[in-house]
């Protein structure tokens, strides 16, 4: 079966330009353009415009003028646009997941799901949008009487990586254009097809020229710092790896940026030998596997109690072995491409390097140079010093690690400078509450090894990052807080 051709018209239907005050413009200089590929193949999917820093100030030029209107438009009529977009998203569900399987890899029924999860968060703000309150205060020597007002912050740069395509801008976009700011929106540079038909749907359903603005460039750090110098710009919400966001985060210095940061992870999955082994087998496939693992919520670590070890990594195994890799167009598909060559070879790097600190290789995989492929790695005895339990794997790699009480388990989960999410299994409730209390994580799954939902508050502790996505608490990241102080009547 030709993949590639088999998705090539919903590909053909991604604009190729800038979206730059409501219109779709080539970048101001000539030059090469950005390249677009199927990870799973290597073709090329497209060749669309490579942005420059001159471009980014057209970009900020026109999110700044339309501010100035937008920000006062009616929050219902925010609102009804974003619920537009949902329903105009839902209706080409199918589109944009042969988009997302195109440029990322995914299955196309994972791709399907990202297409419902980011949606969600169009239908949620839409809801929200109408929400935004404020509390009135009698100060406490009765002198005077405040009144809180959210305002939107402003400008706001939202800076978005390949893993989730489209619900990894819908999450930013959504509060943002709910809460009244306009915004410059800058997708990976892996993926940038699916953020331009989702901005082309934006333009579709009416949302006014410059409150939503798209650059697509190679130069990431050079168009980014151009926008982050700009003091137009009061905001930056941020997706990606903790090396780029603490780079960000200094950036953001010079101008006092509001920021929200959604870095990476090491998520623990913890199973108590009081689990349900067959439940904790299945969700340990889920928080593993989905994405490819190539999620910042993938668990990152198996801490496992000994008693059960043996059955758990057995079961598990099995699982894992059953895994059939391939493009994700085809229907046969769990299990497509990692993003690229690079980030492959890297994770077998790690592989290779655990092994040789002492880890028994249950499963493992000898790639094909030149392929994005990597079967399912299942690793047993791995040393706690190995960088594949250290740092993000970001690959279908399974670490594991045995342990002999509850409190080393949870003293060995927490033991890592990320904290976006911790997964703890048991039918013992008690201990799940202490469990979900003393992990060091932004987000904890109980029995559960998916978290993501629109209506939750997404995001880190530690080095995972700074803020929050989703529900009520995501839309507070796009809103000032301004206090008007009367006389007491
Ligand atoms: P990345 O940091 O390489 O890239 C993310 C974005 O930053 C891309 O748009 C990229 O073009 C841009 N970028 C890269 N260098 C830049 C620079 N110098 N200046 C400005 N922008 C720059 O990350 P990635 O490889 O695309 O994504 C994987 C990472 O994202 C993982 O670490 C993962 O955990 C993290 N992630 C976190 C969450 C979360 O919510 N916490 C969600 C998804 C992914």
Known sequence: MNTTALLAPAVGAAPTQLLIAGDWRDPRTEGAPLVVTDPATGATLAEIADAAPEDAVD???????????????????????????????????????????????????????????????????????????????????????????????????????????????????????????????????????????????????GVPPGVVNVLTTSRPGQVVARMLDDHRIRKLSFTGSTEVGRRLLAASANGVLRTSMELGGNAPFVVFADADLDAAVEGAVVAKLRNGGQSCVAANRFIVDRRVADEFVAAFADRLRAQVVGHGADPATTLGPMINTRQRDRAAGLVRDAIADGATPVLSDDPEPGTAFLRPVLLTDVCTDSAVWREEVFAPVAPVRVVDSEEEALQLASDTDAGLVGFAWSRDAARLTRAAHALECGMVGLNRGLVSDASAPFGGMKQSGLGREGSDVGMQEYLETKYISHPFP
């Open 59 to 205: 970009a900020v030029d026109a999110a700044a003028t339309a501010f100035d209107s937008w920000s006062r438009t009616a929050p219902r009529y925010r609102g009804e646009l974003l619920r537009a977009a949902y329903d105009l998203l839902m209706a080409r569900a199918g589109a944009f997941a042969s988009v997302i399987t195109s440029e990322m890899g995914k299955p196309l029924a994972e791709s399907r799901a990202e297409v419902a999860y980011g949606g969600e968060f169009l239908r949620w703000y839409a809801e929200e949008a109408v929400r935004a309150t404020g509390t009135t205060r009698t100060a406490p020597d009765g002198a005077a009487f405040h009144t809180t007002i959210r305002q939107p912050v402003g400008p706001s740069l939202l800076i978005t990586p390949w893993n989730f395509p489209l619900a990894m801008l819908t999450r930013k976009i959504a509060p943002a254009l709910a809460a009244g700011c306009t915004v410059v929106v800058k997708p990976a540079e892996e993926t940038p097809l699916t953020a331009l038909l989702f901005a082309n749907l934006l333009v579709e359903v």
